[in-house]
């Protein structure tokens, strides 16, 4: 059974920093291509990072050069260390990957940026 495990949310003012946590479990977890999304009251869900296997990186442009993503395969998780938070910023974050044909999301963990 494939699980996702964010942690590390919570609240942070503005210009503050943060870094989530997924744990992975049920999967083979150092081929698969992992992301982080957020989804923010009243909008859709929105892609931020994504890591492949090999380590290659990718970012959208809201969020480069201020987030980063990582994994450590010998632990199974995917991090994303997020600087210079702004307001605007506050969501629910998810970790995500897609493994067997199927999607998989994590609950979710919620950051909450003041002003």
């Known amino acids: 059974q494939v699980q996702l495990v964010e942690s590390g949310g919570g609240l942070v003012q503005a210009g503050g920093s943060l870094r989530l946590s997924c744990a992975a479990s049920g999967i083979i977890f150092s081929i698969n291509a992992m992301r982080w999304y957020r989804q923010a009251p009243g909008k859709q869900r929105e892609w931020l990072a994504g890591i492949t296997s090999g380590h290659n990186t990718n970012y959208a442009n809201s969020v480069k050069g201020r987030f980063t993503i990582s994994r450590d395969n010998a632990k199974n998780t995917v991090d994303l260390q997020m600087n210079s938070l702004k307001p605007e910023d506050t969501a629910v974050y998810y970790c995500?990957?897609?493994?067997?044909?199927?999607?998989?999301w994590g609950q979710g963990t919620q950051v909450t940026v003041s002003t």
């Open positions: 995500y990957t897609f493994t067997g044909g199927n999607n998989y």
